[in-house]
Every structure is written in structure tokens, then in C-alpha cells.
């Protein structure tokens, strides 16, 4: 049985993969001259887009960093939000 929990991380990432990185790389132009500046969901978002597509640079403030129940990015080695 799928949790609550796991259910909103699922949720999130597919709003990241489907709406946000569209969205800045789409209508925002994002590119590798852009620097992202994102608050909280918003910083997610930019390092989501990061990891996707070269950006010049990053402001980020107050955000969290999560799997996002994303079993591979848990199981990378180099993962930070790999369990010890």
C-alpha cells in the first residue's frame, strides 16, 4: 500500500518533470545563460532543471533537498539524500 507520503513525493516529481522544467526551459527560454533564482518549491525546481540542462548559475534560498522517493536518485552513490 502506497503512503500518503509517498503518494505527494510522486506527486511533486511529476509536476517537476511535466510542468516547472517545461515551463523554464519553454517559456521562460532557460539556458546555459541563464542564472535561476527559486525560493523554496521554486529552488527544487531549479536544481531539478540543473540536473537536466546546463545553466550559467543558481541562487537558491530557503529549499530542501530530497529524493523525492526517486528510487535511483536513492540508490547514486554520490546521492546526498542516500541513506547512511
Partial sequence: MLSYIHLHRE???NEYRSIWIPHLRNTLKADEDT?????????S?????AE?????GMV????ALTDMGDEQ????????????
Fill in 45 to 49: 525546481a531549479a536544481m531539478r532543471f
Fill in 73 to 84: 536518485e536513492v540508490t547514486t552513490p554520490d546521492s546526498p539524500a542516500r541513506p547512511l
Fill in 52 to 56: 537536466l540542462y546546463p545553466i550559467k
Fill in 35 to 43: 542564472i535561476l533564482i527559486g525560493h523554496s518549491s521554486g529552488a
Fill in 11 to 13: 506527486r511533486r516529481l
Fill in 60 to 63: 537558491l534560498i530557503s529549499t
